[in-house]
């Protein structure tokens, strides 16, 4: 399994790993699903899921967690999806993806006739461009240290793969984009994400232009940036990336229906804040997958216990609760629910923030030293899997040929038990107050945070509760105001691009401040190893830099579980960031 763009999760994570295995890649998805014995076409699925909604943008780094990715997946489309055998599957309805020279590698993107947003408005390659130009971080010239230069996009993913490109052509008709790198890049297939979900007309026109193709020969215009040679900020390409980063976000449903487009084969039709969305059929859609069902409801429930309340009074369909000790059996127990369990590309963590009382190295040492992983693993995840350890690696999961030999020599040695006799000496004296944040409404959250408290305070630490809600936490990363935070990353099980995005320097999923330059040569490499071997290896001495910093821990790999009532049909385990929605289009209800 290769891993790319990585989502924050409701508790659950991503492995930002190697390959175990190469990712198949297959032509022409289905255009058209056919309902099994019994169901019927149109009706109403209510899904429930942890995380609460707040943008239509999941592509920043604010805006990138599993909930508002799962969201725009069915509203929109784009050249591919990835399947539960973690497949890359093309959908050539939407357009062809095509590489049409390895060297240099170039790739086009050609959108099909007929393919439009919700309002009519025909999604061209200028759209796509948008996606380049955001995703790539090509106009960046900013100097933190010197303080200089601009940043542009906000982007959750690494840069550096679509960075290393010339700027992209689009065609007269606007209907094709043609990108060449300049350097290799192991994850071009999946650069630019599965979907197209920003409209560059709307982005456009809140910067003063007139439409896509104004916004795109503005770029054009402009130098790539250079931190080395900062120039002077341009006002409308930053007011452009500006709106992008921030001009998406809500927890309501917006007046404006720019700010919600679909080109998907849904429509957002209503938002409660914090408690659920309506989902409606797009009937223009004809341009991949289509739907049985007339409407999805997303409901947003943390507690696992009254998700499965919620599935037992029929008020749900589908289920996908952050699963505790008794979650299964409860499950188990009412009649004609169906139940699938697996080990997630996701791993939960603390991290520990590079500044603050922790950027001592020593205080950070310190309290790895206290964190009861095993206690966490035991209270958490034991009672469903019974085979649970505390995770050891950050960058493979254990059913992954590399974790044992990494776990060997990464580090990870010196923080199989709790040592608060180890962790006084390195503090020698100081009490330092540290600030956890985390999601207060995760059950599984609130748990690893209290038996980390407790330990904590045995050393010295004063420990502050630093818990948001659930759909407060996930921007709150990266912005201050907390020492420690424990979450999740999910993935999507393709490419290695993920690595990178956690832990290179300055990058926008980099939330503690991690940074080696030596590792990020090693990153730099890593993206550009078509190799799964040389990846492998890669990987394995990131893990070690990654450990000797002492950034933190993986605290254990999640364990999937979904639940579905018989009334619906169609339901299928996926344990990547798309969860069972991965064919929303096969659901059908009886």
Not at 102 to 113: E, G, R
Not at 135 to 163: E, Q, R, V
Not at 386 to 400: E, H, R, T
Not at 493 to 519: C, R, W
């Amino acid at each position: 399994m290769r891993f790319g763009r990585i989502s924050k999760a409701v508790g659950v994570t991503a492995v930002a790993a190697v390959a175990l295995s190469a990712c198949a890649t297959q032509g022409g998805g289905s255009n058209t699903s056919t309902a099994s014995a019994g169901a019927k076409q149109g009706g109403t699925v209510t899904v429930v899921e942890v995380n609460a909604f707040n943008t239509f943008n999941s592509n920043t780094a604010d805006g990138n967690t599993d909930i508002n990715s799962k969201i725009s997946y069915p509203t929109h489309s784009g050249f591919y999806y990835i399947d539960n055998k973690l497949n890359v599957v093309h959908n050539d309805k939407f357009g062809k993806l095509e590489k049409v020279s390895d060297s240099p590698l170039t790739v086009k993107y050609t959108i099909n006739d007929g393919v439009k947003w919700s309002d009519g408005t025909p999604v061209t390659a200028y759209d796509v461009a948008l996606q380049w130009a955001a995703a790539s971080g090509w106009y960046d010239d900013a100097n933190p240290k010197a303080k200089t230069g601009t940043s542009y996009f906000s982007t959750a993913g690494d840069t550096t793969g679509l960075n290393n490109t010339e700027f992209p052509e689009v065609s007269s008709d606007g209907k094709s984009m043609t990108l060449k790198y300049t350097k290799a890049f192991a994850d071009w297939e999946i650069a630019l994400g599965s979907v197209v979900d920003i409209p560059s007309n709307v982005v456009a026109k809140h910067a003063g232009l007139s439409d896509g193709k104004a916004l795109y020969d503005l770029m054009k215009g402009m130098q790539k940036g250079d931190p080395a040679k900062p120039q002077p900020a341009n006002e409308t390409l930053k007011k452009a990336a500006d709106f992008y980063n921030t001009g998406f976000d809500t927890k309501t449903l917006p007046s404006d229906t720019s700010l919600f487009l679909s080109n998907g084969p849904f429509i957002v039709k209503d938002i409660v804040p914090d408690q659920s969305m309506t989902l409606v059929r797009n009937k223009d859609y004809n341009w991949g997958p289509t739907p049985n069902v007339d409407s999805i409801v997303v409901r947003y429930i943390g507690s696992s216990p009254a998700q499965v309340q919620a599935l037992k009074n029929g008020e749900a369909d589908i289920i996908a609760p952050q699963a505790s000790a008794d979650t299964v059996e409860q499950l188990k127990a009412i009649p004609g629910v169906t139940v699938d369990q697996g080990n997630q590309l996701s791993y939960d963590h603390i991290d520990l923030n590079y500044s603050g009382p922790l950027a001592d190295k020593d205080v950070r040492t310190a309290f790895m030293l206290t964190v009861p992983r095993q206690d966490i693993v035991d209270k958490i995840i034991k009672k469903l899997d019974p085979n649970a350890k505390p995770l050891d690696s950050q960058i493979f999961v254990p059913q992954q040929a590399a974790y044992a030999d990494s776990v060997k020599s990464n580090g990870s040695a010196d923080f199989q038990q709790v040592n608060i006799d180890k962790a006084k000496q390195l503090l020698a004296g100081k009490t330092p107050t540290i600030r956890i944040m985390y999601n207060k409404d995760n059950p599984n959250r609130v748990d690893a945070y209290t038996l980390i408290a407790a330990s904590a305070t045995k050393a010295g630490f004063k420990i502050v509760d630093g818990g948001l809600g659930k759909s407060d936490w996930g921007k709150a990363l990266g912005k201050g105001g907390y020492d420690a935070t424990i979450f999740g990353w999910i993935n999507p099980g393709v490419g290695v691009s993920g690595v990178p995005q956690i832990f290179k320097t300055g990058n926008g999923s980099n939330f503690n401040g991690f940074s080696d330059p030596e590792a990020d040569k090693l990153m730099d490499q890593l993206i550009q190893t078509t190799d799964q071997s040389k990846q492998v290896d890669l990987e394995k001495q990131i893990d070690q830099k990654i450990w000797a910093s002492s950034y933190g821990l993986p605290l254990f790999q999640s364990v999937g579980v979904d639940a579905y009532s018989d009334k619906v049909t169609g339901v299928k385990y996926m344990p990547n960031q798309t969860g069972v929605w991965w064919n929303f289009w096969e659901w059908a209800t009886k």
